[in-house]
């Protein structure tokens, strides 16, 4: 009915997401509403010792885009949001209370949400049956493919997908199965919404201290993931130091992931004590965007961080990644959904271990284009059945000791696609023989590793 009232919904669990909201509101990407409500949803491991968004520094600046702020985890406690979606049967009932709870009433409801595909987004999409989907893209994963089938009564509501343009001119693949069109989020829209979170009084204070020009190291938390061993992940943070302390770099700042445990930090500062440079801590939850703004860093190491991409299209500033070949190797199943993130990476941003000062994120569409068709089809096949022909002719012409790092030659056998194992050897993956001596050979390796580390 077209007198009803109009209530938007938006769901957030980053400040980097609701600094993409607040761009896309601020650039009139959305129609007028009666109201605007942000949901925040707290998807920590354990949400309550981690600061939830509208308690980071800078909020504030964002809050005024938006009538009331609404806590999912208060909504459905004591469930996780990760972990919870309604059932079937109950979904009017929650409906209901959800409007009341919520002062809805009867107004048409309109939603606008982060990863679709799963959990708090997909049960607030299946609590609101009739309401219009639509979803935004805070990181690298919108230019892979749907991470699983998405129910139709979900995937044909949604009417578009919003998104920054963090590789200048290439489409997403996210959602293409539905004919969803994406739409971008003016860069210079949401750098000046990041330019008023570094202005924060908050911000301000939290930066203190940090030394301006510095190399900047992002920790992401990878072991979190089960992708690297507590081990693996110090090591790379370690190789981060080594590698800055090799380019030249004597002041370094180390911004650790949230929920990374404090001896990594201790273990840096060894290291760093050992090189002769000086290392600063960053242990508070400020944005890499702020510090980007504030203290201009000179270099920007990282793994596979949405930030690396922010720092050398939107900012200007060398970047260097280190980790990526090793997670392309750990990354399973083949279809887990950060491998696109880590094949852009991998593919734009030049090795610590190089000697350039620039990133290649400026490649034309053209040059990433085939390649994130291919990873992408042979990541989900099923729901992409269209994209084979690209894929076949990309791989027939460009597979390389380069570019077979984005793919996994069982993954291609299992497809048929080029690259795959000689006909006469396909037999192997399926024979219960060699796959015995196979296991017993792996064994046999692993015990020799560890009497030579011993």
């Not at 920590?44 to 964002?62: I, K, N, Q, S, Y």
């Amino acid at each position: 009915m077209p007198d009803q009232p109009r209530t938007q919904i938006f769901l957030a669990s980053t400040l980097y997401g609701a600094a993409t909201l607040a761009a896309a509101l601020d650039a009139g990407l959305f129609a007028p509403a009666d109201r605007r409500l942000l949901l925040i949803s707290n998807n920590a491991t354990t949400p309550e010792t981690t600061p939830a968004l509208d308690a980071m520094p800078g909020f504030a600046r964002l809050r005024g885009r938006f009538d009331r702020v609404l806590s999912w985890n208060e909504t459905i406690r004591p469930f996780h949001p990760g972990g919870w979606s309604p059932r079937a049967d109950d979904v009017p009932l929650w409906e209901r209370q959800l409007r009341l709870l919520w002062e809805l009433g009867d107004d048409q409801v309109e939603l606008v949400v982060e990863s679709i595909q799963v959990n708090p987004a997909l049960a607030l999409a299946q609590l609101f049956p009739d309401a219009p989907v639509h979803v935004y893209a805070d990181g690298l994963m919108s230019y892979g493919p749907t991470r699983n089938k998405l129910d139709p009564l979900v995937g044909t509501r949604i009417e578009r997908l919003l998104h920054l343009d963090l590789v200048p001119g290439l489409k997403p693949l996210l959602l293409t199965e539905f004919g969803v069109e994406p739409v971008l989020v003016p860069s210079v829209a949401f750098t000046k919404v990041l330019g008023d979170l570094a202005d924060d009084g908050t911000a301000a204070d939290d930066l203190a201290g940090v030394p301006e020009g510095a190399a900047l190291l992002l920790g992401q938390y990878l072991s979190a993931l089960a992708i690297l061993t507590p081990q693996e992940e110090e090591e790379l943070h370690v190789a981060m130091v080594r590698g800055a302390v090799a380019r030249g770099h004597r002041e370094i700042v180390f911004k650790p992931h949230p929920s990374a445990p404090a001896r990594w930090s201790r273990l840096l500062e060894r290291e760093a004590e050992r090189l002769e440079v000086a290392l600063t801590v960053l242990d508070r939850p400020v944005l890499a965007e702020v510090l980007y703004q504030r203290t201009r860093p000179a270099l920007v190491v990282g793994c596979f961080s949405t930030a690396l991409l922010t720092a050398a299209v939107f900012y200007d500033l060398p970047v260097a990644r280190t980790g990526t070949g090793l997670l392309l190797e750990r990354l399973t199943p083949y279809q887990n959904s950060n491998r696109m993130p880590v094949t852009l990476v991998d593919a734009l941003v030049p090795d610590l271990a190089d000697r350039g000062e620039r990133p290649r994120a400026a490649a034309a569409p053209e040059d990433v284009g085939p390649l994130v068709t291919a990873v992408g089809y042979a990541m989900q096949h099923q729901i992409y059945p269209h994209l084979r022909p690209a894929a076949e002719r990309y791989l027939a012409a460009h597979l390389s000791p380069r570019t077979r790092r984005y793919f996994k030659r069982r993954r291609l056998t299992a497809l048929a696609l080029p690259g795959a194992l000689p006909s006469q050897l396909s037999f192997l993956p399926r024979n219960a023989t060699v796959r015995r001596v196979a296991r017993r050979a792996r064994a046999v390796q692993r015990r020799l590793k560890k009497r030579t580390a011993a």
